[in-house]
């Protein structure tokens, strides 16, 4: 006897319709991954959590790491007790100049942030990582993605944050950069039974289904 029987009401009779459904291209694996590749995989998952910066009203706080096969996923939370009024001095004062400015040192030297320009292709056809924030908004408690278009190097990881308009300053938190690449081939496949990378003809495919 099914679970569900005598609950559920048939379907009316509707006339067959030749199959038009669009398909998921073949996952693309890039030297630099500008987006997380959602539709591919389940990251890997680091619990882990600090204080990245605080200011008087305002904490930030890295809520953990989704690592995927090429990239790496920040989950960094907000939590304000006390918000700004429309027409208060401290409302008046925000700019661009003042806005979240987030950075990272890499094992190797390398130093990439969210003020960066767009990245320009090397002589030897690869780019520098790219990191790129998203989410805010006004709130007591707002969610943001910090995510690095590639996967760190060996060796410590250093997270930069500073933001004027909430009195953060300039404060570094170091992590496993080791670690998280590791973890990178933790990342599930959603169709391991299906051909995972994409071919040459695929590419452009699989960047317009992002």
């Known amino acids: 006897m099914s679970f569900f029987e005598g609950l559920i009401s048939a379907d009316p009779t509707e006339e067959p319709q030749p199959p038009n459904e669009p ?19 389940i990251p890997a998952r680091l619990p882990h959590t600090a204080e990245l910066g605080a200011g008087p009203d ?18 960094v939370e907000i939590f304000r007790r006390r918000l ?5 001095p401290r409302r008046t004062v925000r700019s661009a100049a003042g806005a979240l400015r987030c950075g990272m040192l890499l094992g190797d030297g390398r130093k990439v ?34 995510h ?15 933001w004027p308009d ?14 998280v690449r590791a973890a990178g081939a933790e990342a599930v496949p959603i169709w391991p039974e299906a051909e995972l ?14």
């Open 84 to 88: 700004a009024q429309p027409n208060s």
């Open 166 to 179: 909430e009195d953060i300053p300039e404060t570094r938190t170091t992590f496993d950069g080791t670690a």
């Open 148 to 162: 690095l278009s590639q996967l760190p190097p060996e060796g410590p990881l250093e997270l930069v944050v500073e």
């Open 23 to 41: 398909s998921l291209p073949a996952y693309e694996a890039p030297h630099d991954e500008p987006l997380p590749p959602e539709r591919w995989f």
């Open 113 to 146: 942030t969210t003020l960066d320009p767009a990245p320009t292709t090397a002589t030897n056809g690869s780019t520098g990582p790219s990191l790129r924030l998203e989410g805010g908004g006004d709130g007591f408690h707002e969610h943001l993605v910090l």
């Open 58 to 75: 305002t904490r930030l706080m890295l809520s953990g790491w989704h690592v995927w096969p090429r990239s790496v996923t920040i989950r």
């Open 197 to 210: 990378f994409a071919s040459p003809s695929t590419n452009g495919a699989a960047r317009a289904a992002r």
